[in-house]
């Protein structure tokens, strides 16, 4: 859900009524959640003002080329329905909406209203004949309000690190991809090689925290550094995907190993 800043054959199942609310273009979906994961809620509100500014800084525009190789990987088509799960701010629901042109649908899933707020704001100055095919819903990626098979493509932009169940995540994902269809998911990339994890280590300690604490969000960006430590490497990754029933995996390094992409086949 972040770079160096803070480096989902029938229709979907209705939320219940009660569960059904509009927030400033975005439908909200009711679900369960863990304390940890309502502080991992809360922390990206916090950030949601300035989230795409620091993406942008501390990159150094580099996230917007591996957002675009996540999407091209998804090898979502023209007139797809597909699915991007923790979408942020939008910039992959953006990019894939171009993909799948006016005839496809996208749908946005995250759990941060207030990220979805940015996301809606940003469709509006950005606006695009396209774009009207994106759908802004808040919701679990844990417990998805889709049925089975319901997506030719789904992404994830640096959300599966941040997600408390992995395991439950990615069958979710499995389970509302339509067979033969890919799930492609961005992240920052856990490396077994030490020099690239002590230069992950260093430019969140002496890069990405000091400019965020200029906005005030020091201990916001403090979490990074532990998400990493804490996410999966390349090769638990994969695995993570054949476990939930995808019938090939891959983890391929972007950005000189600071990044990392999934791509998985149902």
Not at 37 to 50: G, K
Not at 173 to 197: E, Q
Request: a positive charge; aromatic letters at 8%; hydrophobic letters at 40%.
């Amino acid at each position: 859900m972040a770079t160096l800043a803070a480096a989902i054959s029938a229709g979907p199942a209705a939320p219940a009524p009660a569960a059904r609310r509009r927030r400033r273009g975005c439908a909200a979906v009711s679900c369960g959640s863990s304390s940890a994961a309502d502080e991992r809620q809360a922390l990206f509100s916090r950030i949601a003002p300035v989230y795409d500014h620091l993406n942008d800084v501390l990159s150094l525009g580099q996230h917007r080329t591996w957002k675009r190789i996540c999407v091209s990987w998804s090898r979502a088509r023209r007139g797809d329905r597909v699915l991007d799960l923790c979408c942020g701010s939008g910039d992959l629901a953006f990019l894939l909406s171009q993909k799948v042109g006016l005839d496809g649908q996208v749908m946005a899933v995250d759990f941060s209203s207030q990220q979805l707020q940015t996301a809606a704001s940003r469709q509006d100055q950005r606006w695009k004949p396209c774009y009207k095919n994106i759908k802004w819903i808040e919701g679990d990626a844990l417990d998805l309000p889709f049925t089975d098979c319901y997506f030719d493509a789904v992404t994830v932009g640096y959300g599966l690190r941040n997600v408390v169940d992995k395991p439950k995540a990615m069958r979710e994902i499995f389970r509302v991809l339509k067979p033969g269809s890919r799930a492609s998911i961005l992240d920052f990339n856990k490396s077994s090689s030490l020099f690239t994890t002590s230069l992950q280590s260093w430019m969140i300690d002496n890069v990405v925290v000091p400019l965020a604490s200029g906005y005030g969000l020091t201990e916001e960006y403090k979490y990074l550094k532990s998400s990493i430590l804490h996410y999966l490497t390349e090769k638990e990754l994969e695995e993570l995907a054949k476990e939930a029933g995808f019938s090939a995996a891959k983890h391929y390094e972007l950005g000189g190993g600071l990044m990392g992409d999934l791509v998985a086949t149902r």
